[in-house]
């Protein structure tokens, strides 16, 4: 099985990341991991770093439901199918929840690989009149952490090595998402969690959980266009800033003239 660590990709990678122009491209775990081991109930002690800017490819921490008990575990953000000859060549990072039982993509991993995904908070982009996007923070009113639903595929490539991948479920937007984008993440309440993770739900059950979530739960904070970039990875990115407020640049100063005497010796 292909272990993964937390460490952000070097730039290289970041650049020949594929261009996604999908929703739920970025997203926040900041939850210190004892707080997060007590909040889902898995029985690891994992040690790994806040990150405020996971990218698609990148290892993100998952919850599964494994013999009955909550188990940690990270994987590789973009599902290939179990059933896969080779990787696809476009990543399949989110499933739509009202296709997500036809697809045959996800359809495997939809009934046998239901998994949450923490996290504190996602990203979106919304148009700008032409003009460069606004990102925004999406996140909890309350702070608190929350899980988007996730299904899961172990892959084994042709050379025998194994990776556990998975992709973020989607549904529509709800009233706080929907002036900047037609699609969100489905946010489980905490009271499905179980019903998600057993194996033993059927899947038209299942799929009675992926619903936007209500009105009131997020809120969504504009922030820099530092995010685009994925080697940016601080608590400075939810700072809020609006883009196109920064203040006008002033011209520099002009040369002063010299004198006509310039090139002469005075006494003054």
């Not at 122009?21 to 790994?48: D, H, S, V, Y």
């Not at 057993?198 to 799929?207: C, G, I, N, S």
């Amino acid at each position: 099985m292909q272990q993964y660590n937390m460490k952000r990709p070097p730039d290289e990678a970041d650049r020949n990341r594929p261009r996604l122009r999908i929703m739920c491209g970025r997203f926040a775990i900041t939850t210190p991991p004892k707080a997060m081991k007590e909040l889902f109930g898995f029985g690891e002690q994992p040690n790994f770093p806040a990150r405020y800017n996971i990218a698609p490819t990148q290892p993100v921490p998952v919850v599964a439901m494994e013999r009955g008990e909550r188990h940690f575990r990270l994987m590789r953000w973009g599902l290939i199918p179990s059933w896969a000859k080779e990787a696809p060549k476009s990543l399949l990072i989110n499933a739509r929840a009202d296709t997500i039982d036809e697809k045959p993509s996800f359809r495997g991993a939809f009934r046998h690989g239901r998994c949450l995904m923490p996290a504190d908070a996602f990203y979106e982009w919304k148009a700008k009149g032409g003009g460069p996007k606004q990102p925004f923070l999406i996140r909890r009113r309350d702070g608190g952490s929350f899980a988007m639903a996730a299904i899961a595929s172990n892959w084994m490539g042709a050379d025998g090595s194994e990776v556990d991948t998975c992709a973020v479920v989607t549904t529509d937007a709800n009233e706080t998402l929907m002036p900047i984008h037609h699609r969100m993440p489905v946010i489980l309440d905490e009271r499905d969690w179980e019903m998600w993770l057993d194996p033993e739900t059927q899947a038209r059950d299942a799929q009675k959980l992926l619903r936007p979530a209500p009105d009131d739960l997020m809120e969504a904070v504009p922030i820099g266009t530092r995010i685009n970039r994925v080697a940016n990875d601080d608590p400075s990115l939810w700072d809020r800033h609006e883009v196109g407020d920064e203040p006008p640049v002033q011209p520099a100063p002009k040369a002063k003239e010299k004198p006509a005497n310039a090139n002469q010796m005075d006494l003054f």
